[in-house]
């Protein structure tokens, strides 16, 4: 658990803290100068733990049952719920990943649709690679990853 004090920050204190902590960490170029800033401000655990976060609200976004993100994300199951509940009042991150969400699904459909006019076991088709394709695309859609 994080151990803050107990003493409250003023509001307009605060408000300064978070538009240098956006300074710091959102406007940043490319992945990189991203990663690096990251990995200098969070412990190891620490970004374990905001991954998974965002990855339990990406996958209940895309309707991944409970017990798969569970399983792929070794988190418990009153975890997820609890994302799932915060997820309802959320104004942040949930628009966010509703558009992610909306360019994957359009992707996932495109998919289908090349995969049903090259399926496995077609002669002229490469059957090792049309098997490959099918089987990642019903992962992903099990489990979202």
């Not at 004090?5 to 992945?31: A, C, I, M, P, Y």
């Not at 966010?96 to 006019?117: H, M, P, R, S």
């Amino acid at each position: 658990m994080v151990r803050i004090s107990r003493f409250k920050l003023r509001e307009e204190v605060l408000e300064k803290l978070f538009d240098l902590f956006f300074e710091v960490v959102g406007k940043k170029g490319n992945r990189e100068e991203f990663r690096e800033v990251i990995v200098d401000l969070l412990s190891p655990v620490e970004r374990i733990m905001l991954a998974k976060r965002i990855a339990i609200i990406y996958l209940l976004l895309k309707e991944i049952d409970y017990y798969s993100i569970c399983k792929v994300l070794k988190v418990s199951p009153s975890t997820v719920a609890k994302f799932s509940l915060l997820m309802e009042k959320s104004q942040g991150v949930v628009p966010t990943f509703k558009k992610i969400v909306t360019k994957e699904k359009v992707g996932e459909f495109l998919e289908e649709v090349f995969n049903a006019l090259f399926p496995p076991g077609v002669p002229g088709i490469n059957w090792k690679a049309a098997w490959e394709r099918k089987i990642d695309l019903k992962r992903r859609k099990a489990f979202g990853i």
